[in-house]
């Protein structure tokens, strides 16, 4: 019985050896691999080290996409004045919408007859108009990509700034009501932000434009390609463009402009002026060829 126990005993304690041996060898198989591992790495990263001192970085450039200042001046967008808010055309008007007569754009298409009054009547009341000519810019390329900026100059002297890549309501209804609040409540930011303030004022203190050119029938014959080139190598331009349905720039938008230009023999209505210059600046910008 002794001699069993005996063995028994020399069996664990040679185990217990074993298993401490094991363990110091398994522990001395991993330091070893860790500095192995570690010294295989060293020279990649004295590599990557000396390649990094020795590299410069590169910033790659996109072309520059010219930030034009896009101004509709004196536009056709007004609220209906004091002085025939209490004509029939225009108290009848308001009642059928339920809002007071201050408080609705001038419309030539229900207000045709209290208008006659009014100075320089056939350039007012054709808010149509302006939205059509605002919708011709704000869908183009140039303008989603931030490319222009978008002020609408009212006859009243009363400035519409809108945010950028703001994407105005394509309905006219919901557009009327959008430039009906701007113009009462007279909002200092959001999408659109109101402040009074001359085309000279605009054009030169606020915006600080460097070149001003002005699109008009009056103007000298120069072709929208032209007026792109210009547009194009300037640093901060501004184009002007009437938001009017007849007539002609007052003496303050001509006195603020640089250039006045025409792009045809014609006289063409302010969306497709609009629509042409824009397009031809972005053509220019991009290097699009027809």
């Not at 002007?240 to 792009?263: M, N, Q, T, Y």
Request: aromatic share 6%; net charge positive.
């Amino acid at each position: 019985m002794k001699r069993s126990f005996t063995f028994l005993a020399r069996a664990a304690c040679s185990l217990a050896r074993s298993g401490l041996e094991w363990e110091r060898s398994t522990a001395d198989s991993v330091r070893n691999a860790t500095k192995a591992a570690a010294s295989s790495f060293a020279p990649l990263r004295a590599f990557m080290g000396r390649s990094l001192r020795r590299k410069v970085l590169t910033v790659i450039v996109l072309p520059r996409i010219a930030l034009l200042n896009f101004v509709l001046a004196e536009s056709a967008l007004e609220l209906v004045p004091k002085e025939i808010s209490g004509r029939p055309a225009v108290v009848s008007d308001s009642k059928r919408r339920g809002m007071k007569a201050s408080e609705i754009l001038l419309d030539r298409s229900f207000h045709h007859s209290a208008m006659s009054r009014l100075k320089d009547s056939e350039k007012r009341g054709r808010p149509d108009l302006v939205h059509v000519a605002l919708l011709s810019v704000t869908g183009t390329p140039l303008y989603l990509d931030g490319g222009v900026r978008v002020f609408v100059h009212t006859y009243p002297g009363v400035v519409l700034e809108l945010a950028e890549k703001t994407r105005i309501p394509k309905n006219y209804l919901r557009f009327r009501g959008l430039m009906e609040k701007a113009l009462v409540e007279r909002p200092h930011e959001g999408l659109v932000k109101t402040y009074p303030a001359g085309v000279d004022e605009l054009v030169k203190r606020k915006l600080g434009c460097n070149l001003v050119l002005g699109l008009s029938i009056q103007g000298r014959k120069s072709g929208a390609e032209e007026v792109a080139n210009r547009v194009e190598s300037a640093k901060n331009p501004c184009v002007i463009v009437g938001g009017f349905p007849h007539g002609h720039f007052s003496k303050e938008v001509l006195a603020s402009v640089d250039e006045l230009d025409r792009i045809d023999s014609r006289p063409l209505e302010a969306h497709v002026v609009a629509s042409r210059v824009v397009y031809e600046i972005e053509k220019t910008v991009r290097g699009i060829n027809d």
